[in-house]
């Protein structure tokens, strides 16, 4: 059994793995066996990532990337897969968040978030999945959806469209790449404290509040990440497509 769920000489490439679930997400394909290729607008704010990958023993290959603009965003894909050699697994991990009144949101808001989680999810799929077919071995991506995908969020408007977009897409691509042997699925991580979500672990009220939704009482951590990505990239899920798996405590059975 536990070779299904073994990475060994697969190549991965990971947006936005400078921190946080995209660093662990990274780590865990490592830790499967998996080379892994790792990307952030900054090539500074990888060496964490890399320093851990390389600990592995998995060789990791850095790339400047802002996944919202597209063509350059294509040719760091590009730039990765020469690097490690093909492309077996894309995490689309990258996103943008603001928190602000949905009466307060202006078009330049609108625009970074929804470029960034959805636009810039779509085309680094494109270009990954180019890379797949010209590869013949087929491959999967996983997008990183969340609970917004599926519940309404208060001063999230511009981010739970974004998301909700995503997976709309994740069912869409799953279905007609699956000919092309390329799996897509997606997770929807629930409440973690990241750099991004710290605006609200600021407020003790907000998290005993939280936390009294969450049927396991507790806040995810990075180790609650890797599994499920490391499933959903290996021939654990070969039969899984077009589907979203929640990493939530039971958030959303509750609600």
């Known amino acids: ?5 073994d990475l060994s000489g697969r190549k991965a490439f990971v947006t936005g793995a400078s921190r946080g679930i995209g660093q662990a997400i990274a780590e865990a394909l490592a830790s499967a066996g998996a080379d892994v290729a790792i990307s952030a607008r900054s090539l500074d704010s990888l060496t964490e990532t890399r320093t851990k990958i390389e600990a592995l023993g998995r060789n990791c290959v850095v790339q400047s990337q802002d996944i919202s603009d597209v063509t350059t965003s294509a040719a760091a894909i590009d730039e990765a897969v020469k690097a490690l050699g093909g492309l077996d697994i894309l995490v689309n991990n990258a996103g943008y968040e603001e928190v602000r009144s949905s009466l307060e949101v202006d078009e330049a808001l609108w625009d970074r978030i929804v470029e960034t989680n959805l636009k810039g999810a779509f085309f680094a799929a494109q270009a990954a999945a180019k890379c797949m077919v010209a590869g013949g071995k087929g491959g999967a991506i996983i997008n990183l959806c969340s609970l917004t995908s599926y519940v309404g969020i208060p001063t999230a408007v511009a981010y739970g469209s974004s998301k909700t977009g995503l997976l709309g897409m994740t069912r869409a691509l799953a279905t007609e790449w699956a000919s092309l042997g390329i799996r897509v699925n997606a997770i ?13 672990y600021r407020d003790a009220g907000w998290q005993e509040a939280m936390l009294a939704k969450i049927p396991q009482k507790r806040f995810g951590t990075m180790q609650d990440i890797g599994g499920t990505v490391v499933f959903l990239a290996s021939d654990a899920s070969a039969y899984v497509a077009g589907h979203c798996i929640p990493i939530d405590g039971g958030y959303l059975a509750s609600v």
């Open 1 to 5: 059994m536990t070779t299904l769920f």
């Open 188 to 200: 929807a991580p629930g409440y973690f404290h990241t750099a991004m979500t710290d605006v609200f």
